[in-house]
């Protein structure tokens, strides 16, 4: 078969033909240790999003692609904008964003302190080479906000002699224009990898506005390369926002309406980066320093009196990174990351609230925050690698100090910018006074992993993960709070699994359990604090298996059970031991993709989202869906490929997102209905 296919490959290198050929290639990651490794001997998972499946789906939003990661629940609300989850509840709040980190090309995209809660739509999704995703805290490489995991996304090295025009057109007036094109000039190389969206919506007055780039140099000698990397990002999206009523996503009127139709976000970001690294007979040095700017400006529509946000960051860091061939069984592993960032903060609100007396009263017109914050990073790291016989252990250890330096620019309290008090016992905006803040944490990890056969593999893992409090928990306060005294969040995490190659199928189960401590949240009298505790345990499973020569299956699927596991009363319900809202405990993704003939494939997709609550209480719930997506590929010549899309085939009305408040009661993001999309791809 393997002879068939590589024959297929040649006459028609395609993306249907990398699929058939997926279950006969080693699985490569460099997210696990910043170089290339096979990704089956490690004790750990990372699961891979390939280009072959990225050019099928030709994805419009990072929720499309993760959902084929077991254990990966991303929520898309509206536009760019989502609520990740990765082994965990759907992640939210002023600093949720820290439970995962979010990379591309191994470059955090933001600082330790100053996650947003959609900073991937920051990176170039559209035209990844492929995506990786590491579940749970397992490597040494990464400290604050990876406690669920990594996401990184890796970009093609464009400096080699490779040319791509592209067009994709779809429903709703979305279009996207790609370009990718290379120079190879020997020793180095130089390139460009772009693409231009325009989305004007399924619903009321929403649009996206979206460019990306790319720019790539390589240069390379006998002992060194150094590579280079630009990435720009340019969003201006119109929001759409929450629906209320329960069930309101069923009714295609009220779907499709926009009640926030001032509602945007605008948001620019920067990261240039230089990986050099030096190679010898037994060691390699690698030194990766990067700079990043980003800045936005958004519309907090789901707030009373509609403020605007105003932030920015601009920090330089440096990764670094010796990896020692003590022997042919031992490598040591040292490194360095150290950033330095200054970031800045700015809420205000042009006209008089509207409402009810108390929000009149409370919120009142002017700046609520005006704060300026820098941070300085620390993290030495080490692991070993030791390969006895059949069983390979890696131990490590991460230790980190994040300093925050906070200015706040308006008089500190819960007054208004000009002093004066708020009625009903005071404004619900509290500035902290300046102060200095340090955190500090040690992560120590365990892997081991035994080869059972030539290809499959038993592995363990034991970790912690940690993330210090972000700017926004410390310093974004409100009632009656003048200070947050808050600590790390940490996260104890256990794991085993089975994984590899069993003649056409690859596999990988995996299941763990987690502990979380000192989880900050907002309390019912609005104070942050971090007294919390969650439990987390799951089951995941992970198949590509090649049916017959023509017919390959791919399943992601999980069943995880993540619950409260500390006393708090909310409306009268004391809620330990309850499901965290937004978590269900069963998801699943399946597809068939027939290659059909050497030059047509057809794919579908199905995915299921089990019934899940809203609220902690766990008295209000989402019933759950099911959508099936279908898409074809023509190869017609060499240089030319045709691609065809249906996403909700059967026109299902849906929820992206659910949610509930005692505020609103049940709310949610509308799924989009039946549409469709066509690409046209010429490559030489």
């Known amino acids: 078969m393997l002879s068939r296919l590589l024959s297929l490959a040649l006459i028609t290198p395609t993306a249907f033909n990398s699929f058939a050929a997926q279950n006969d290639i080693e699985r490569i990651t460099t997210t696990a240790s910043r170089a290339e490794?096979?990704?089956?001997?490690?004790?750990?998972?990372?699961?891979?999003?390939?280009?072959?499946?990225?050019?099928?789906?030709?994805?419009?939003?990072?929720?499309?692609?993760?959902?084929?990661?077991a254990g990966a629940n991303v929520q898309h609300g509206n536009g760019q904008e989502y609520l990740p989850a990765l082994r965990s509840p759907v992640l939210s709040g002023a600093g949720a964003c820290g439970g995962i980190l979010t990379a591309e090309d191994g470059i955090p995209l933001r600082a330790a302190g100053f996650c947003n809660i959609n900073e991937l739509f920051e990176t170039h999704t559209e035209m990844a080479q492929r995506i990786e995703v590491l579940k749970g805290p397992g490597s040494a490489l990464y400290g604050s906000n990876a406690v669920h995991g990594v996401i990184n996304v890796i970009t093609p090295d464009t400096t080699y002699d490779e040319h791509l025009l592209g067009v994709d057109l779809g429903s709703y007036g979305y279009n996207r224009f790609?370009?990718?094109?290379?120079?190879?000039?020997?020793?180095?190389?130089?390139?460009?990898?772009?693409?231009?969206?325009r989305d004007t919506g399924y619903r009321d007055d929403e649009s996206v506005d979206q460019e990306k780039l790319n720019l790539r140099h390589r240069y390379t000698s006998d002992d060194l390369s150094v590579t280079t990397g630009l990435s720009y990002t340019h969003l201006d999206q119109k929001t759409a926002g929450f629906i209320e009523g329960f069930e309101s996503y069923k009714n295609d009127g009220i779907a499709q309406q926009n009640f926030d139709p001032d509602a945007f976000r605008k948001a620019r970001s920067f990261r240039l980066w230089s990986k050099t690294q030096w190679k010898t007979a037994k060691d390699t040095l690698t030194i990766t320093p990067y700079v990043r700017n980003q800045s936005m400006t958004f519309f907090k529509h789901f707030l009373p009196g509609t403020p605007l946000e105003e932030n920015s960051q601009n920090g330089v860091g440096v990764q670094s990174l010796?990896?020692?061939?003590?022997?042919?069984?031992?490598?040591?592993?040292?490194?360095?990351?150290?950033?330095?960032?200054?970031?800045?903060?700015?809420?205000?609100?042009?006209?008089?609230t509207q409402g009810s007396a108390f929000l009149v009263a409370t919120v009142p017109q002017g700046k609520h925050y005006d704060y300026d914050v820098t941070s300085t990073l620390l993290a030495p790291f080490i692991s070993l690698d030791w390969q006895w016989q059949q069983l390979a252990i890696s131990l490590g250890a991460r230790f980190e100090q994040l300093d925050y330096d906070y200015t706040n620019n308006m008089l500190a309290g819960r007054t208004d910018e000009n002093g004066s008090e708020c009625g009903f016992g005071g404004c619900r905006y509290s500035r902290p006074p300046s102060s200095k803040n340090t955190f500090t944490n040690t992560s120590p990890k365990l892997g081991l992993s035994y080869q059972l056969s030539a290809d499959n593999y038993l592995y363990a893992n034991l970790s912690r993960g940690y993330r210090a409090p972000q700017a926004a928990e410390l310093y974004q306060l409100q009632r009656e709070q003048q200070v947050a005294d808050l600590e790390s969040e940490t996260a104890d995490n256990l794991e085993v699994g089975l994984k590899g190659q069993y003649q056409q199928l690859h596999y990988v189960v995996s299941a763990y359990t987690m502990n979380k401590q000192n989880v900050i949240f907002r309390d019912s009298d609005f104070f942050t604090i971090n007294d919390g505790q969650t439990h987390h345990r799951g089951i995941e499973l992970e198949l590509d298996y090649q049916l017959t020569q023509s017919i390959q299956l791919a399943l992601a699927a999980s069943h995880a059970i993540h619950t409260y596991d500390y006393d708090q009363v909310l409306s009268e319900v004391n809620?330990?031991?309850?499901d965290i809202d937004t978590a269900p405990r069963n998801i699943a993704n399946l597809q068939a993709n027939w290659q059909v003939t050497n030059n047509t494939l057809i794919a579908i997709e199905w995915h299921h989202v089990s019934n899940y609550f809203t609220d902690p209480e766990n008295q209000h719930s989402y019933a759950g869906h099911d959508l099936l997506n279908l898409r074809a590929a023509w190869q017609l010549t060499e240089q030319l490929k045709l691609t065809a899309r249906i996403n909700n085939l059967f026109d299902t009305a849906y929820a992206e997102?659910?949610?509930?408040?005692?505020?609103?009661?049940?709310?949610?993001?509308?799924?989009?209905?039946?549409?469709?999309?066509?690409?046209?791809?010429?490559?030489?």
């Open 575 to 578: 809620i330990n031991g309850n």
């Open 322 to 352: 010796w990896q020692y061939a003590y022997s042919n069984e031992l490598t040591v592993n040292l490194g360095l990351d150290s950033e330095y960032t200054r970031a800045d903060f700015l809420q205000y609100q042009d006209e008089p």
């Open 37 to 69: 490794v096979r990704a089956d001997p490690l004790p750990l998972v990372i699961s891979s999003i390939t280009k072959a499946q990225l050019d099928l789906i030709a994805p419009t939003h990072i929720e499309q692609v993760l959902k084929q990661v």
């Open 178 to 197: 790609k370009l990718r094109s290379g120079k190879d000039l020997g020793n180095q190389g130089f390139g460009i990898n772009a693409s231009i969206t």
């Open 657 to 684: 997102r659910a949610d509930y408040t005692s505020f609103t009661g049940d709310r949610y993001f509308p799924g989009r209905p039946r549409n469709i999309m066509l690409s046209a791809s010429y490559a030489w």
